[in-house]
């Protein structure tokens, strides 16, 4: 179809964008919604040569399709490596023949690692065509006041004075602070001497019953170990729940499975349980 082209999104092109991610999302999400989306995508510093909101598709300068990416640089073994969450995904109904225009160009980057957090049941066979693979398989809603408490452990939210030192990095620590702003709980617990980072999204579960969904852990051990402290932290704020990606029932804690709701990820490294720091549900709520 001559006049049709897939680029990356230009701030010229927002207004556009989020009348059309109006259109395409109206049962679930409403204007204000991608209104608050897209400017703390303006705000988010990218790695340099990468899009600042993602791509779009357009027809004869008319956007008709979106797809929404979050670049960031993430923690690794050896050296940062380069993440993207594949974000909030819409095509015109006239043009989604054209969708795969949309992911190729989503997609180019080898160096990066792609993740896929709440695709629709329909999209899961095409996101393994294009090379996805899951990390976790459900959720595991656990009640973490019920664990036992941890003598001499303290739980505290980061504060504008918290520095980094050699039990806290500064990437971690920057990473608290970027999530707090989002708008999530930024934890710090304190045993010994040794500070563990936690971030927390609050949202309602059934409608009335808050739980905390775990956005961020060095390790799934260090949630366990101090699930008690911080289960007690959440219960005194009314939060009696907290959901974590899981691939099954987690050991030393209370709590239920809930299998089929797959995230997936695509690229050289590996997503793990207990991170999807930088991602649309850390930062949209």
């Given amino acids: 179809m001559s006049g049709?082209?897939?680029?990356?999104?230009?701030?010229?092109?927002?207004?556009?964008?989020?009348?059309?991610?109006?259109?395409?999302?109206?049962?679930?999400?409403?204007?204000?919604?991608?209104?608050?989306?897209?400017?703390?995508?303006?705000?988010?510093?990218?790695?340099?040569?990468?899009?600042?909101?993602g791509y779009l598709l357009e027809n004869a300068g008319v956007?008709?399709?979106?797809?929404?990416?979050?670049?960031?640089?993430?923690?690794a073994d050896d050296a940062s490596a380069l993440r993207c969450n594949v974000s909030s995904w819409y095509v015109e109904p006239g043009f989604r023949s054209y969708a795969p225009l949309l992911a190729s160009r989503a997609l180019k980057h080898k160096d990066v690692t792609y993740s896929n957090l709440s695709p629709a049941p329909h999209t899961w066979s095409t996101l393994v065509a294009q090379g996805y693979k899951p990390f976790s398989s459900g959720l595991f809603v656990s009640l973490p006041w019920l664990s036992g408490s941890v003598a001499g452990s303290h739980v505290e939210a980061i504060a504008p004075g918290t520095s980094a030192d050699e039990?806290?990095?500064?990437?971690?620590?920057?990473?608290l602070r970027d999530h707090a702003q989002y708008g999530c709980?930024?934890?710090?617990?304190?045993?010994?001497?040794?500070?563990?980072?936690?971030?927390?999204?609050?949202?309602?579960?059934?409608?009335?019953?808050?739980?905390?969904?775990?956005?961020?852990?060095?390790?799934?051990?260090?949630?366990?170990?101090?699930?008690?402290?911080?289960?007690?932290?959440?219960?005194?704020?009314?939060?009696?729940?907290?959901?974590i990606d899981s691939n099954g029932p987690i050991p030393g804690l209370a709590g239920i499975f809930r299998d089929g709701r797959p995230k997936f990820y695509k690229g050289p490294d590996r997503m793990r349980l207990g991170d999807v720091t930088y991602s649309e549900l850390a930062m949209f709520g």
């Fill in 63 to 75: 956007p008709v399709g979106v797809l929404l990416s979050i670049f960031s640089m993430g923690p």
């Fill in 4 to 53: 049709l082209r897939c680029r990356e999104i230009e701030a010229r092109d927002t207004t556009a964008i989020i009348k059309l991610l109006t259109t395409g999302f109206r049962a679930d999400r409403r204007r204000a919604y991608w209104e608050n989306a897209i400017r703390i995508l303006s705000e988010h510093p990218v790695p340099p040569g990468l899009p600042k909101y």
């Fill in 167 to 175: 039990t806290l990095s500064s990437f971690e620590l920057q990473l």
């Fill in 185 to 243: 709980l930024s934890l710090i617990c304190e045993l010994n001497g040794r500070r563990f980072p936690f971030v927390f999204r609050v949202g309602l579960k059934f409608g009335v019953i808050r739980r905390a969904n775990l956005i961020y852990c060095r390790d799934l051990n260090d949630f366990v170990q101090f699930a008690g402290p911080i289960g007690h932290y959440l219960a005194r704020r009314l939060i009696p729940l907290v959901v």
